[in-house]
Structure formats: C-alpha cells, structure tokens
C-alpha cells in the first residue's frame, strides 16, 4: 500500500522513502529517459554482503513480553525446523508490534538458515522499512545502515526472481534510502524496470511520480499520477498529487474537485491539512 507522501506548498515536500533530491535527481531521471533497461555497460557497484547487522545499541529496547521473551530464549539452543519456527513467530510478532528495527535482525537470521527468496525479500523489506522509521531517519548512519542492509538481501532476492515486481520495487527504493549517489540511478531504474514488467504497477508508477515532483518535471509528474488514478480512481494521495502539480503547472482547471473529493476519501490528518492549503490557493 501506497505511503501518505504529501507535497506541501511550503516546501516540506516529501519524507519517507524518497530521499534523492535536487539537480542529482534531475540528473538521474533526465538520463534513465534515455538508458535501456538492459544496457550491459552500466557500471557495476560493489553490493555489501547481507548479513546480520547488530545496532542494538542505537535502537530503542522492546518493553517486556513474556511470549516474546521465552521465544528469544529458547532460541538460543534451537537448531532446524525448530529455530526457523521460532523465528518466524518473533518475526512476526514484531511485525505486529510495528518493529522492523528488530525484526530486521531476527529476518536476517532466517535468510541466513534458509536463503528462500521468501526469506530473503523479508530481510530485505524489514530492513528498509526500518531505514524509514521516525528515529532512524534522524541518525544519518542508521538509516544508511538499514538501507545498505535491505540492499544486500533484495539483491539476492532478485537473483532468483529477477522479474518480481515487489523485490525490484523495495530494491530500489533501498537503492536510493542507502544516500549514495551511485545507487540513485540504479535505484530508479529497478523501479523503472517494474513499469515495463507490468506498466499497471501503482506503487511503481506512484513512486516515479514523485520522483519527477522532486525535479520539478510536472509534466512527467502528471502522467505518472494519472496512470496512477485510472489503476485506481480513489487513491486520495496520488489525487492530492496530480492537483498540486496541475498548480505548478499553471492548469488549475477541475483541481478543486479533485482535492474536495480528497477530503471526502481520506481521514488522514496531514493530507487533510495539505489539500485544505492548496484548497485555498487554488485560482
């Protein structure tokens, strides 16, 4: 499911996992316009080795559960199908209590006894979805850590299923959480590559979307979220997206009606508070 990314008039325009900004993103999109998909000389970037990474230091600690807690426990000493049992229930368990910080970890621990791509594309989406946690995006080596971690493990992921669309689409948005900017253009172009699999891929085309709001490209911008709207005609954050860029654009005409019906289809306070704002500006 789609994040509730908002451009805000004031400039807040994006968090999450959009982090490549500004003329190298430019740059980047500019170029991947340009580049086949299957170009074999792109060049080739080193990929970390995935491994079980631990920053239990700069994570903030599990209050106490005594389920959880003798799970941890007998993991110590357990071997086999017994320790892949135990590690899904924690792994799970933490997804409940909304901790890929921690679960990151114990998924890692997974794909290390049995490397499924099931297992792998796990540790690789605990990882990224930790990267982007209110905390971690305020520890800079943190949240590269994470990323470059998701990184790693989506790479084998992909390895063994090079055309789905769900690994191809968190490794590149690993690709550019990790703040590096040789990875940018790898990362766009993996989601690039989930378009031409299945051009009906919202998420992909959403995340393109923004991409292109970030550079200032409004037409490229347009398109992507009204690719985005007949995949799915409620999706209140990619309509929020096409009125304020038919704004930038100088084409306000029917965005009072689009950003209306916003408010009717989202309960969300800060997309609410941002389609009120451009509610107001809008000619």
């Known amino acids: 499911m789609m994040g509730t990314e908002i451009t805000v008039k004031s400039g807040n325009l994006l968090r999450g996992l959009v982090i490549a900004t500004g003329v190298v993103v430019f740059v ?3 170029f991947a316009d340009k580049t086949s998909l299957n170009n074999k000389k792109t060049a080739e970037i080193t990929v970390p080795q995935a491994r079980v990474v631990d920053a239990s230091a700069s994570i903030p600690p599990l209050a106490p559960d005594e389920k959880f807690d003798a799970w941890v426990l007998a993991l110590k000493d357990a071997q086999g199908s017994q320790q892949k049992a135990l590690l899904d229930s924690v792994i799970q368990h933490l997804q409940q209590r909304n901790r890929p910080d921690h679960a990151a970890a114990y998924a890692a621990r997974l ?6 791509f099931n297992n792998l594309a796990l ?5 990224l979805q930790a990267s982007q946690l209110d905390y971690v995006l305020q520890d800079t080596a943190l949240s590269r850590n994470f990323a470059t971690q998701a990184i790693a493990w989506l790479v084998r992921a992909t390895a063994l299923e090079p055309r789905n669309e769900d690994a191809l689409l968190n490794l590149g948005m690993a690709y550019i959480a990790s703040g590096r900017p040789e990875n940018s253009m790898r990362g766009i172009m993996s989601i690039r590559q989930v378009t031409e699999i299945n051009p009906s891929n919202p998420e992909a085309q959403f995340r393109l ?3 292109s709001v970030q550079t200032q490209q409004w037409a490229k911008a347009a398109e992507r979220f ?3 709207l007949k995949l799915e005609p409620d999706n209140a954050v990619a309509m929020y997206q096409l009125a304020y860029v038919r704004v930038q ?3 306000p005409q029917g965005t009072k009606a689009m950003l209306e019906k916003v408010l009717t289809l989202t309960s ?6 941002a389609a009120s704002e451009l509610l107001n500006v809008v000619p």
């Open 209 to 211: 979307g923004l991409f």
């Open 28 to 30: 980047l999109l500019f």
């Open 226 to 228: 009204e690719n985005v």
């Open 111 to 116: 794909a290390q006894t049995d490397s499924s």
């Open 123 to 127: 540790a690789g989406s605990l990882h």
């Open 268 to 273: 969300d306070a800060k997309l609410r508070q």
């Open 249 to 251: 654009m100088g084409q």
